[in-house]
């Protein structure tokens, strides 16, 4: 089964930058490595449901943003370390969550797996 670890959040004041790890182990059944999936990010803030922040092809040639964030996050993953980044720029006091990262269909958004939710990373952006 490939895990996922979540890293590299942190305080940081408004208009300040992050970068967030999420570094894999481990393959599936079938030997199948994070190089295989495409790979979400998500967040959840306190009182409020988790919600979709960013996705990437497997390959890394595809992206796909929420909205909310467009312009001022950046998904990236290198293969060879079997790690997804997230990029935050110009963070701000509602960038505040938790953030995670799963395994996901890279057409539809949907968890490609029936694991449980990591630890996650916590985000503070004070204002």
């Known amino acids: 089964q490939v895990q996922l670890a979540e890293s590299g959040g942190g305080l940081v004041q408004a208009g300040g930058s992050l970068r967030l790890s999420c570094a894999a182990s481990?393959?599936?059944?079938?030997?199948?490595?994070?190089?295989?999936?495409?790979v979400g990010w998500f967040r959840q803030a306190p009182g409020k449901e988790r919600e979709f922040v960013a996705r990437?092809?497997?390959?890394?040639?595809?992206?796909y943003y929420s909205d909310s964030i467009q312009d001022r996050f950046t998904i990236s993953r290198d293969n060879a370390k079997n790690t997804v980044y997230l990029q935050m720029n110009s963070l701000k006091p509602e960038d505040t969550a938790v953030y995670y990262c799963?395994?996901?269909?890279?057409?539809?958004?949907?968890?490609?797996?029936?694991?449980?939710w990591g630890q996650g990373t916590q985000v503070t952006v004070s204002s």
């Open positions: 799963r395994l996901v269909n890279m057409a539809t958004g949907q968890l490609a797996d029936s694991g449980s």
């Open positions: 481990g393959r599936t059944l079938t030997g199948r490595t994070l190089s295989s999936y495409a």
């Open positions: 990437i092809s497997s390959t890394g040639a595809r992206t």
